[in-house]
C-alpha cells in the first residue's frame, strides 16, 4: 500500500526556553516508558480505507498528550478560561478539570475565569480560581462563570489579554466561538504576543466537524429520550394522538437521530439534513393518516432546523439574526402542531384528535453531565494543559477514532459534522420508524 501519510502541522510558540515537564516530579505520577507522546506519535483522520485505492492520502494529526519537556514555567503561567454562547452539559466539568489539572499537574497558581461569555474579557472583572472554588462544580449544570452570545470586539478582547498579562487562554464554546477564537489567534500572533490559545468545543447539537463527538451530546440524547418517552404516553392515552417533539440541532440531527435509535418509539424524524412536505403522496399527512388507521397514535421527532425552507416567513423575519449572527429560526415544533391540527380538521372534521407539543431545549442544554460526558470533559480539559504547556498553539484538542488528538484551529472552526443520509444509521432510522422517503417522492 503506497499511501503517502500528511502529518497536519500546529503553530507552536517561539521564543521560549525548553524545560524538564514538573509532571516528572508529580506525587500522582510516575512515568514509565510510553507516558510522553513524542512529536512522531499521530493519528490517523480515518481508519476505513479501500485497498485498491492507491492514490487515497492518510492524513494523520498529532496526538495529544503530555510531552517529556514543555515550554512554560509554571509560575509564571496566567490562565485565563472563558466559556461562550449556549448552556451545554459539561461546561462546569470542563472548567472544573482545566484547573485542577493546571493546578494539580503542573503547578500553575494563577488561574481566572473570565465572566459573561467574550464581553467579559473588557467588561467585567476575572474571578480568580482554585481546586477548592471549583470542586462541586461538576455536578452543577450551566456554566458558573456565566456566558453570552455575541460581544466580540477583537481588539478590545487582546487588549484585554495583553494588558492582564494572560499568557494561557482556553476558549469553552460552539462553532462560533471557535471562529472568534482563530480571529484572537491571529491576532495575538500578528502582535507576537506569547499567548497559547486553545479551543474546546462545545455543542450539544454534535455538529463540530473532525472530531468523533462533542461534550453533552450524550448527556443530550439520553434527556431527549425522556422526552420522547413522555409524548409516547400522551400519544398512546388518546384517541388519534400525536406525540411532538422538537429536539435541539438547527443545521445538524444528530440528537434527534440517536435518539430515535434508542427510544425505539418515534413513528417519523425529520432532520435538516432531510427535507420533507406535507400534502400529497408521500408526504407526512399521509403517512401520519396511515400511522393513525393502523396503531391509533404515532410519536414525531423533529430537529429544529428542519423545516425551516417552508414555514411561511415576513421579510422582516427573513432577515432577523441572533447575537451570534445566525438566521433566527422561526419555531418548526409550533408551525407543525399547526398544520397537522388544520389538516385534520379540514380532512376529518368532528372526529377527535390531538397534538401534545413536548419542547424540552432548555431542560436538556441545563442539566449536568452524565457519567460518561464527564470522564470526556476530564480528558478534553487534560488534553488541552498538555499542549498548551508544550508550547502549542492555535489548536483544539478531541477524539479522533477514539483517541486524542490535535487539531488546527481553524481547521475545526471551518468543518461541519453533518448527517450523512446515504449512511447506514440513517437507513437505520427509515427501518425503525418506517417513514416515507421523502428524497425519493421530491424526485418524483
Known sequence: MANATSI????????????????????????????????????????????????????????????????????SVKAAIVTCGGLCPGMNTVIRELVVGLWELYGVREIYGIPAGYR??????????????????????????ATSRGGFDLCKIVDAIQQ??????????????????????????????????????????NDVGIIDRSFGFQTAVEM??????????????????????KLMGRSTGHIALHATLSSRDVDCCLIPE???????????????????????????VVAEGAGQEIIPRNEAQKQERDESGNLVFLD???????????????????????????????????????????????LLAHSSIHGVM???????SGPINGNY?????????????????????WAWVRSVTNQPDFETNFKG
Request: with cysteine.
Open 8 to 75: 497536519k502541522d500546529l503553530p507552536s510558540l517561539t521564543g521560549l526556553h525548553h524545560r524538564r515537564n514538573p509532571l516528572e516530579e508529580n506525587p500522582f505520577f510516575h512515568p514509565s516508558h510510553g507516558f510522553y507522546i513524542s512529536p512522531s506519535d499521530v493519528v490517523l483522520s480515518q481508519v476505513v480505507y479501500d485497498l485498491s485505492d492507491a492514490s487515497q492520502p492518510h492524513v494523520a494529526y498529532h496526538r495529544a498528550g503530555p510531552r517529556r519537556e514543555i515550554l512554560y514555567e509554571p509560575s
Open 120 to 145: 467579559g474579557f473588557y467588561s467585567m472583572e476575572a474571578v480568580e480560581l482554585n481546586p477548592k472554588l471549583v470542586h462541586n462544580w461538576h455536578k452543577r449544570g450551566g456554566t458558573v462563570l
Open 164 to 205: 492582564n498579562g494572560y499568557n494561557q487562554v482556553y476558549i469553552i464554546g460552539g462553532d462560533g466561538t471557535m471562529r472568534g477564537a482563530v480571529k484572537i489567534f491571529d491576532e495575538v500572533s500578528r502582535r507576537k504576543l506569547k499567548v497559547g490559545i486553545t479551543g474546546i468545543p462545545k455543542t450539544v447539537d
Open 224 to 245: 431527549a429520550q425522556e422526552a420522547i418517552s413522555a409524548a409516547h404516553v400522551e400519544a398512546e392515552s388518546a384517541v388519534n394522538g400525536i406525540g411532538l417533539v
Open 274 to 300: 432531510m427535507g420533507f412536505y406535507l400534502e400529497g403522496k408521500g408526504g407526512l399527512f399521509e403517512f401520519l393518516e396511515q400511522r393513525l388507521k393502523d396503531h391509533g397514535h404515532a410519536v414525531l
Open 332 to 378: 418548526v415544533g409550533v408551525w407543525l402542531k399547526s398544520a397537522l391540527k388544520e389538516w385534520w380538521e379540514r380532512e376529518h372534521p368532528k372526529e377527535l384528535f390531538t397534538v401534545k407539543y413536548i419542547d424540552p431545549t432548555y431542560m436538556i442544554r441545563a442539566v449536568p453531565a452524565n457519567a460518561t460526558d464527564n470522564s470526556y470533559c476530564t
Open 390 to 396: 508544550a508550547g502549542y498553539t492555535g489548536f483544539v
Open 405 to 425: 488528538a490535535y487539531i488546527p484551529l481553524e481547521e475545526v472552526a471551518q468543518t461541519k459534522n453533518e448527517v450523512n443520509t446515504s449512511d447506514p444509521k
